[in-house]
């Protein structure tokens, strides 16, 4: 029997009917629907990657390592995989699936040690969401390459969901449109937060800068913004003295644990809160609310998630964004209640970064050569995946975001609600 007619055999029980895919094994052997998706194996270490990590994480780490390929669009791979395992009501593989999978492996010679962890794949120490590891985990995914998230981004850098304001592109949106999406939801944030020529404006978690050199440059706010990542930190600086904004924005290397500033106009933190940790959240919206003066607007743009991944998923968790927690999107409403602030609008703009992260994938395509030479082929593989992940996570709804706009009230008494349990991550 050929190595893909015993994959298949294998696989049938656990998929609960025939492979969705069109599976090509090393032996040159097929199997699967000629018209689907084509899924290349290239030896048995794909196998014995799976074996150790049944799942996500395990066919995550194949395709990094290029030991497993797609021949073809990715994300339509991805979409066949994931609608079938929905339609089918697949799920974790029980005891009989993984015994049939470990006997296939070893008559095909995949059974052996543990393959080494991909160069790409993340290696944190220390207890969850303490500095240290934060500072850590931050500088995995942020301090990667400015010269990689240049390529990537449109040209002010905004690394967070952009808003199209004129619904869906045709096509994934080139690098101008993405940038006028990404101008667009600036100028959506700073319309919230009512920004005037002399307001102060803090930005907590403030990326590239893009937020703050736009709110500096077009509605006159001097701006405070705070990052832990240096890499950004020495990016925002240069592009400060380039556009001639010194006295109106200024970075800090700083955690938003040790702000001790208060009584600004403004507040706002863009996808910077999904980095925080379920333990830490209580802390950061308090932050937020007690950074703001009396009456002061409070916005935060953030992903939400249901399930039991609450961090995006073992390949998220794993390659990019190590400790990453997200919340359904009430959840997160509730917390800033907690702290005081007075939720006055939400805006969901899920369909919007579905449209955002395919123009990212567009913009690595077109630039592949350049990122392979910035991070190496495994860690461009590690980007193409995510974002076709992300994107296609975004367009059937297992992930969301929201632009929360909030208020700390004007009252003298503190509104702030005795604090909630919360599970620690």
């Known amino acids: 029997m050929t190595v893909a007619a015993q994959l298949e ?60 390929d797609v021949d073809g669009d ?39 040690s543990r393959p080494p962890a991909p160069a790409t794949q993340a290696r944190l120490r220390g ?36 808003y199209f304001a004129d619904g869906a592109p045709d096509s994934p949106a080139d690098r101008d449109t993405l940038a006028a999406a990404q101008r667009a939801k600036l100028d959506l944030v700073c319309g919230k937060l009512a920004l005037r020529p002399g307001m102060r404006l803090l930005d907590v978690g403030c990326g590239w800068g893009s937020l703050a050199l736009h709110a500096a440059e077009h509605y006159g706010a001097e701006v405070v913004g705070i990052t832990i990542s240096r890499a950004q930190r020495d990016f925002i600086e240069k592009q400060v003295a380039a556009r001639g904004l010194g006295e109106l924005v200024r970075v800090r290397l700083l955690d938003y644990r040790d702000l001790t500033d208060t009584g600004f106009d403004a507040v706002a933190s863009l996808e910077m ?34 399930g039991r991944h609450s961090g995006g998923g073992p390949f998220i968790e794993s390659f990019i964004a190590p400790d990453m927690a ?57 980007w193409r995946l995510y974002l076709a992940g992300g994107a296609l996570a975004f367009e059937q709804g297992r992930m969301g975001v929201d632009q929360i706009l909030a208020r700390r009230p004007a009252a003298a008494t503190s509104t702030r609600r005795a604090p909630r349990a919360v599970v620690a991550s």
């Open 273 to 306: 809160g999904e980095h925080v940790g379920e333990r830490n959240y209580p802390r950061y919206t308090r932050v937020l609310h007690d950074a703001a003066a009396p009456g002061a607007p409070v916005l935060i743009q953030q992903m939400s998630r249901r």
């Open 326 to 382: 997200m919340r359904p999107v009430g959840d997160t409403i509730a917390h800033l209640e907690d702290a005081g602030l007075e939720v006055r609008d939400v805006q969901a703009l899920r369909e919007h970064y579905g449209w955002t992260a395919h123009a990212w994938l567009r913009g690595l395509e077109e630039r592949w050569d350049d990122a392979v030479a910035l991070l190496g082929v495994e860690g461009a593989r590690t």
């Open 9 to 68: 055999s294998a696989l049938r029980p656990l998929l609960r009917g025939p492979l969705p895919v069109r599976l090509s094994a090393w032996d040159g052997s097929v199997a699967g629907p000629a018209d689907a998706p084509r899924i290349v194996l290239s030896g048995p270490r794909a196998v014995r990657r799976i074996l150790w990590h049944p799942g996500e994480l395990g066919a995550a780490q194949a395709y990094v390592t290029g030991e497993i």
């Open 74 to 112: 990715l994300g339509e791979a991805l979409g066949t995989v994931w609608r079938t395992a929905a339609a089918r009501g697949i799920g974790r593989p029980g005891a009989g699936d993984f015994a049939r999978l470990l006997m296939t492996g070893i008559r095909l010679g995949a059974f052996g």
């Open 127 to 162: 207890r969850r969401h303490r500095q240290a590891r934060d500072h850590a985990a931050i500088s995995h995914h942020y301090d990667t390459s400015n010269d990689f998230y240049r390529l990537l981004l449109d040209p002010s850098m905004a690394y967070s969901c952009a």
